[in-house]
């Protein structure tokens, strides 16, 4: 009787600190979303609705035209040099992640971009006040590398903003981009790119440097906005972009590059118009 006992003291003790040491892993952090990676220039990209067609003579859209050329070399980065990473953690989203060490969860996955599949680890550390961020990759096989650190980042623990570096490549391990993002209710609803690259591939001096796009919603009829600062090959210029997400029309300010502080507009066909 007495082992019985025994045992059974020693069941519940086990049991009670196994129980113990499950609740102390606690939850993993929750991932943010992956529009704190992405900026809408969905209304600036070529080849959607009218922006490509042959205009007749004597009509033009280079108001519209100027700002999708400007916006567009910051969202070269995202869908090219930075498109792998960036889809990993995507991916992430799917996945169920594991008890790593105290505070820290892990995600580990395959990802297949291109055609070509790409070893994921995604670990997050929770901290006191926020989430401590990394993403891993590894390719193997032709063109592949050893595993690196493609981007890190942190997130306040109640998920409301955030900040993102992102490294060049596995050839060129530096920062390129630092995302500054926030979110308001279920949304993001502010996003700032800022150019991080001191060198270019060939170590000289890299001019765009702190070059950044910041993109946000606001109320009214023009709901959305950019300020960009961007070197135009001589010097650094800046700006001003306002538009409506449902109705496309817009306009734009750039002294450096109509010759005034005046509003330019095009309307929801992008052609220029008298603002």
């Known amino acids: 009787m007495k082992k019985i006992v025994v045992f059974l003291s020693l069941g519940i003790i086990l049991s009670c600190s196994l129980t113990s040491c499950k609740k102390d892993k606690g939850d993993p952090p929750v991932l943010p979303p992956i529009e704190s990676f992405n900026i809408d220039f969905s209304n600036?990209?070529?080849?959607?609705?009218?922006a490509d067609i042959l205009l007749p003579k004597g009509i033009e859209n280079i108001n519209w035209q100027f700002t999708a050329g400007v916006a567009g070399c910051f969202q070269a980065l995202i869908v090219t040099t930075l498109a792998v990473p960036i889809t990993a953690f995507?991916?992430?989203?799917d996945q169920k992640p594991t008890y790593l060490?105290?505070?820290t969860w892990q995600w580990s996955y395959n990802v297949t971009f291109l055609n070509v599949t790409y070893k994921a680890r995604l670990t997050g550390e929770i901290?006191?006040?926020?989430?401590?961020?990394?993403?891993?990759?590894?390719?193997?096989?032709?063109g592949g590398f050893a595993e690196f650190l493609w981007f890190e980042g942190t997130s306040k623990i109640d998920g409301t903003e955030g900040q993102w570096i992102l490294n060049h490549s596995s050839q060129f391990k530096e920062p390129l981009l630092k995302?500054?993002?926030?979110m308001s209710g279920n949304s993001v609803n502010y996003i700032k790119y800022t150019y991080e690259r001191s060198l270019d591939n060939d170590k000289n001096t890299d001019p765009n440097k702190s070059s950044y796009i910041e993109y946000g919603k606001v109320s009214g009829t023009l709901d959305s906005y950019y300020k960009i600062k961007y070197y135009n090959t001589l010097k650094f210029s800046e700006l001003n972009v306002e538009w409506s997400s449902i109705f496309r029309n817009g306009r734009v300010k750039c002294f450096d590059f109509f010759g005034n502080l005046e509003w330019h507009c095009w309307d929801g066909n992008y052609i220029n118009v008298d603002c």
Do not use: H, L, P, Q
């Not at 600036?44 to 009218?50: D, I, L, R």
């Not at 901290?127 to 032709?142: A, C, L």
């Open 101 to 103: 060490r105290e505070k």
């Open 44 to 50: 600036f990209e070529s080849g959607k609705k009218s």
């Open 127 to 142: 901290r006191n006040t926020d989430v401590k961020w990394e993403m891993y990759i590894t390719r193997e096989g032709s």
């Open 90 to 93: 995507e991916n992430a989203i």
């Open 179 to 182: 995302i500054d993002w926030t």
